[in-house]
């Protein structure tokens, strides 16, 4: 992966790490539907005039088909099912889940590819998973997290979605202009879930604090990370663009210490860097090859 790749792989983890937390804030007052549907609208009206401006709008009808596809797999079912489970899992939970999007998408391309990932690489995302564990473990509150039941099975399946999602794109829309899958699919996702937010949006007043939750979702998670993951999808393959779920939850302890002061415990330091270690090794950072050459060294 190269120094631009990584650097967009790195930026998307830092934005995406605050996505859950506004979840948790805004999901109360909106409801999944009404939430997810502006999330997608606004980025929408954010990304639509670019795209016009740039003239790539014939690119979206031109693969109308796929990208409307992607727009449902990627934005409108994960994006509900994630704005459900948070309705009842803490964003630590969540963070773990949504962790499990790399070991799905390679699960998916062995199945549907027939790619072979490399061992050291599916030795990274094992470790990566491990690093997620341990950095969120003292939030793991087991039993709470299964008599969720519903809000359990959205989250499990959210990261499922997202897997399929990659490979799909890897297989109908590489090449394809990333602002073009981008703003097509949040057009797609925009159209499907309009009509249920009609039909949940809710009666009581909205707070602010919930409305700025939502333009954060729309406008920094949304809108502007798209264009950058589509990029990276096109760039360096499905999955090492998916390992960008493994840094979210680094980037969460470090903004809830900035911002909200919350103390960061050696076990938090350790996990951290054992997902920085999978990272490297499922991105392909660190190479097979430079693990033998330690591993002789040291024979």
């Known amino acids: 992966m190269k120094g631009k790749d990584l650097t967009d792989l790195i930026l998307i983890a830092a934005i995406w790490g605050s996505s859950f937390i506004f979840l948790r804030m805004s999901v109360d007052s909106f409801g999944p539907f009404a939430l997810i549907a502006l999330r997608t609208s606004l980025a929408l009206a954010v990304l639509l005039p670019i795209l016009l401006w740039q003239e790539k709008l014939p690119l979206v009808i031109k693969h109308w088909r796929p990208i409307f596809t992607v727009g449902i797999i990627n934005a409108a079912i994960p994006f509900c099912l994630l704005a459900y489970a948070a309705i009842n899992i803490p964003a630590g939970v969540l963070s773990i889940l949504n962790a499990s999007t790399p070991l799905w998408g390679a699960t998916i391309a062995w199945v549907w590819f027939k790619d072979k990932l490399p061992f050291w690489r599916l030795v990274g995302l094992f470790i990566g998973f491990f690093g997620i564990m341990m950095l ?37 829309l590489m090449g394809t202009d990333p602002l073009a899958v981008a703003t097509g699919s949040l057009i797609s996702a925009s159209i499907v879930l309009a009509p249920l937010a009609w039909l949940t949006w809710p009666t009581a007043p909205i707070e602010s604090r919930a409305w700025a939750a939502v333009f954060m979702l729309a406008l920094l998670c949304t809108a502007f990370t798209y264009i950058i993951f589509y990029r990276l999808i096109m760039v360096v393959g499905p999955a090492k663009a998916s ?41 392909g950072i660190v190479t097979e090859n430079v693990w033998r050459r330690k591993f002789n060294r040291h024979n």
């Open 136 to 172: 969120v473990w003292d939030e793991f509150e087991l039993d709470a997290v299964l008599s969720s039941g519903l809000a359990l099975g959205a989250g499990l399946l959210a990261p499922l979605s997202y897997g399929l999602s990659a490979n799909y794109t890897k297989k109908h």
């Open 243 to 283: 390992t960008v779920t493994f840094l979210i939850p680094i980037f969460g302890v470090l903004w809830g210490w900035l911002w909200l002061e919350e103390h960061v415990t050696q076990q938090i330091l350790m996990g951290a860097g054992i997902i920085i270690a999978g990272t490297a090794l499922a991105t």
